[in-house]
């Protein structure tokens, strides 16, 4: 019924970009969180950046001012620009949307910045 769906992940060094975007499909509130997390190996998983269906968004203090949260509500996809990308970003990144109080995941999609 509900998919979320992540792309964009791959392999890019120290300093470079990447862009992310997750698309969300089936019976979707026009009332809803969407969100990127992100979990390391031997870590717990961790808030990155969350934006609401009215524009409103949270980062988490290590992303500050190099990424970016976006949606598309027409086509229920959410984006996450990642600029000035270090080794320690390096990690699963996870769509998540939010609605009716219930959770809904991606499975992932795999980001890894060489030094």
């Known amino acids: 019924q509900v998919q979320v769906v992540e792309s964009g992940g791959g392999l890019v060094q120290a300093g470079g970009s990447l862009r992310l975007s997750c698309a969300a499909s089936g019976f979707i509130s026009s009332i809803n969180v969407m969100g990127w997390y992100r979990q390391a190996p031997g870590n717990q998983r961790e808030l990155v950046a969350t934006i609401t269906s009215g524009g409103s968004t949270n980062y988490a203090d290590s992303v500050k001012g190099r990424f970016t949260i976006s949606r598309d509500n027409d086509k229920i996809t959410v984006y996450l620009q990642m600029n000035s990308l270090k080794p320690e970003d390096t990690a699963a990144y996870y769509c998540?949307?939010?609605?009716?109080?219930?959770?809904?995941w991606g499975k992932g999609t795999l980001v890894t910045v060489s030094s």
């Open positions: 998540n949307l939010h609605m009716f109080n219930r959770d809904y």
